[in-house]
């Protein structure tokens, strides 16, 4: 059996007598897409923190690769890409210095990374930004920076929260295809979404976190299976795992009263 890329056992957060993240263990394998789906506030994004080893777990492991990530935090950080759903940038760096900047902290052969980087680039339609401040960039340029820099790196392990925050259609469908891409040739991909469609059309299996618990995990038939109605899409399903089923007697509600 192949070793997972992350590994997680019973990873837990407490921010004083609250607790963030309850209990969690999860395996991802090589070349899977992981779909991470809650509600606001259920624990998604510290999750994602502590494996990104921006915050420390209160109890609990994160093995990236069979290596433990609070052992040895820089293999382990050089191994993970993460891309935040605000990220923050150098705003008085062009794009092209910023992306030389990463290379260089990774290590890696700038004129290497940087000819990699413009693939990416002309994908997005940031060619023509390369040698433009960070700070005239909108908020769904600086994404597609950050994600360039990211997939340049050809890193095992991509950990992503909220992907398409601000990118523009075509943006979108670019993004969806490459994470099918890097997952086809063997990166494991991590990702949080409130997109059920995101999720059904990407995620190999999906894990469903409420109040800082997983409540289930499981191909979008498991999770099918585990519901107690026989909902045919993947947000009846979470919404009824999530405890807010009756949302759609509310909505029904609604329009009866505007009729």
Sequence with gaps: ???????????????????????????ITKGEIFGFLGPNGAGKTTTIKMIAG??????????????????QPTFCKTKTGYIPDRPYLYEKLTGG?????????????????????DTYLDLFDLSEWKNHLIEGYSHGMRQKLIMTSIFMLDQPL???????VGLDPKS???????????AQSGTS???????????????????????GAIRATGTVSDLRNKAINNHSNLEDIFL?????????NIIQALKNEAQ
Excluded: W
């Design 54 to 71: 921006l915050l420390l777990p209160t109890n609990g492991t994160i093995n990236i690769l069979d290596t433990s990530l609070e052992e």
């Design 189 to 211: 991909i991590f990702l949080s979404t409130h997109s059920m469609e995101i999720a059904e059309e990407l995620c190999d299996r999906i894990s469903i976190i409420v109040r």
């Design 97 to 117: 210095e910023y992306l030389g900047f990463i290379a260089s902290l990774y290590k890696r052969n700038p004129s290497q990374c940087l000819q990699e980087a």
């Design 240 to 248: 009824e795992l999530t405890g807010a089923f009756e949302l759609q």
């Design 172 to 182: 979108a469908k670019i993004v969806k295809e490459l994470f099918k891409s890097k």
């Design 1 to 27: 059996m192949d070793t997972p890329v992350l590994q997680l056992e019973k990873l837990t957060k407490h921010f004083g007598t609250f607790t963030a993240v309850d209990n969690v263990s999860l395996k």
């Design 158 to 164: 991509i950990v992503v929260d909220e992907p398409m």
